[in-house]
C-alpha cells in the first residue's frame, strides 16, 4: 500500500495522509462488502493506530483501536495466527490508551485478553512476535502500577524487558529504548517490594548492558566533549 512505501522512504507525514485516505476508502468499501475488505481496513488501521499511540494521540487512538478489534474478532477463526495478531495488538495498545487516560481497570483487562492472543503466538515463533508480547507485558504492568498494585505489575516488567534484552542483542538494537523505559519501571517497582535476588541481579545485568549500549553509541564528538569537560 502507498503508505506503507511512504513510511519506508522517511515521508511520515504524506504516510499518515495516505493512510488516513486509504482508511476512509476501506470503510465505504466494508460497508459494501465486509467479508472481501474487512483484512483490507484492519490492516490500515492498524498502521494508522500505530502511528498515532506512537504520537501519543492516545484519545483520537482508542476509537480507532476499539473499531480494529471489533473487526477482527469475527475473523480470528479465519486466520488465527494473522488477526489474532492483529487483535491481541490493537488490545495491547488499545489498553496504553485506557490507562493513559485514566482507565486503568480497563487498561489491565484490555492487556489481558492481548496477552493470551499474543503469548501462544510468541511460543509458536519467538523471534517474530517477542517485541509485542513485550509491549502487551508492559501495558499490564503499567495498568497494574497505575491500579496501585506494584507486587502485580512486577513480574510482567521482569519478563518484558527479559524480551526486550533478547530482541536488542539479537534482532534490532532499537528495542534498547523500550528496554530503557521498561527497565526504570522494573526498578521503581522494586522499591515498592521485598526484592528477589535473582531478579534484582538480572536488572543489574540489564542496565549495565544498557549503559554499555550508551558508551558505544556515542560519537567521536560526544566523546571528546565529555572528556574535555572531566
Given at each position: 500500500m502507498l503508505f506503507r512505501s511512504l513510511d519506508a522512504l522517511g515521508r511520515a507525514d504524506e504516510a499518515l495522509i495516505a493512510v488516513q485516505e486509504s482508511v476512509e476508502l476501506y470503510r465505504s468499501l466494508w460497508t459494501e462488502n465486509s467479508d472481501q475488505f474487512a483484512p483490507n481496513l484492519v490492516e490500515c488501521l492498524a498502521f494508522y493506530t500505530h502511528e498515532l499511540v506512537d504520537q501519543q494521540r492516545f484519545t483520537d487512538a482508542l476509537p480507532l483501536l476499539e473499531e480494529t478489534a471489533r473487526l477482527c474478532r469475527p475473523l480470528v477463526d479465519r486466520e488465527p495466527s494473522k488477526f489474532g495478531y492483529f487483535l491481541g495488538d490493537a488490545l495491547s495498545k488499545q489498553?496504553?490508551?485506557?490507562?493513559?487516560?485514566?482507565?486503568p481497570t480497563e487498561g489491565r483487562a484490555s492487556a489481558t485478553e492481548a496477552l493470551g492472543l499474543l503469548r501462544p503466538l510468541c511460543e509458536a515463533g519467538p523471534s517474530e512476535y517477542q517485541w509485542n508480547l513485550a509491549a502487551v507485558l508492559e501495558a499490564l504492568a503499567t495498568a497494574e502500577?497505575?491500579?496501585?498494585r506494584p507486587r502485580d505489575a512486577e513480574p510482567h516488567l521482569r519478563e518484558s524487558a527479559t524480551l526486550l534484552w533478547e530482541v536488542a542483542r539479537d534482532h534490532s538494537p532499537s528495542a534498547f529504548n523500550d528496554l530503557r523505559q521498561?527497565?526504570?519501571?522494573?526498578?521503581?517497582?522494586?522499591?515498592?517490594?521485598?526484592?528477589?535476588?535473582?531478579?534484582?541481579?538480572?536488572?543489574?545485568?540489564?542496565?549495565?548492558?544498557?549503559?554499555?549500549?550508551d558508551a558505544t553509541s556515542r560519537s567521536p564528538t560526544e566523546v571528546r566533549s565529555s572528556s574535555a569537560d572531566g
Open positions: 489498553s496504553k490508551c485506557q490507562t493513559a487516560l485514566g482507565r502500577l497505575k491500579l496501585d521498561v527497565a526504570a519501571a522494573w526498578r521503581e517497582s522494586l522499591t515498592h517490594t521485598t526484592p528477589d535476588p535473582d531478579a534484582t541481579a538480572l536488572l543489574t545485568d540489564i542496565e549495565q548492558a544498557l549503559a554499555d549500549h
